[in-house]
């Protein structure tokens, strides 16, 4: 935890970043929140433990964060992949964050000021899903086609529409949702159950292949809906049909960005 702290406090006194995103004690104790650090003191609040698993990469792209100045960001695995997901969507350039990667045992922290860095630093990591997620999705693949399709209705009928997970994720950054849309008005705006289908089908396919599974959306959810595992499934067909898997390239294609000519869908051509 020291060696986090006197690297926030160094790259702060030396000028080369003018705030670090990080993590500190929430109010209950009991959980972490989002710590902006701007000056070398305020490093002393910094945690680095159990409590952390939020994905702090879904600050960076806000425009209030951005007029921070130049930012250091504490990164645990999947942060750091998702960082480099929004390099290859050219939403951050080289350089422009420093990324202090946190290993995965949480013990070791490591200067990355470049994306190759960022990406050998990734390749190192295994990434996935929990155990506990992988019983799940093996619960909902080996249901019949109308099982799942009944498990995920009554799972979006719970949804009252809040966007709490399209706040959390950080791979939904458009300046203005389809959802906010009213002329014309794709997605109804209040809860109720065709509607939620409609923003779950289409939040669903706007993350094909691009979720790191943070899990920081169901983390968000106050409904408990377990909204990460469509889109990790959603990855594992962009991987089987694409080879495209998100989160290993600042430079990596991604489903959604590929065209490819001798696609195996003849209505591209
Ligand atoms: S797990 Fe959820 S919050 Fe994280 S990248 Fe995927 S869709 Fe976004
Ligand atoms: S956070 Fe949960 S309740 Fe809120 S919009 Fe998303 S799925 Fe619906």
Known sequence: MEELKNKVRELLKAGTVQAVIGYRAGSDEKTARVAFVRQPDEAD???LDPRCTDNLAVYLLKPEVKLLGKLAIVARPTTARTILQLASENQLADGQVIVLGVS????????LAS???LEKFVGQV???????????????????REERWAFWQ??????????ACRAA????????CIVESNQPQWIPVSPHDEGNLEWHLVRAMHLAGRCLNCGFCAKACPMGIPLNLLTQ?????????FGAVAGGSATGEYALSMFKADDKEGFIR
């Open 115 to 117: 994306f190759e860095a």
């Open 154 to 163: 009554s799972e979006f009928a719970r949804c009252i529409k809040c966007y």
């Open 233 to 241: 499934r959603l990855a594992e067909e962009a991987k089987a049909a």
């Open 126 to 144: 295994p990434a996935g899903l929990t155990e506990e997620e992988k019983v799940l999705l093996a619960k909902i693949e080996g249901m019949s």
């Open 169 to 176: 994720c950080p791979m939904c950054y458009c300046s203005r």
């Open 104 to 111: 995965a045992d949480g013990k070791a922290v490591v200067e």
């Open 45 to 47: 609040g910094l945690i």
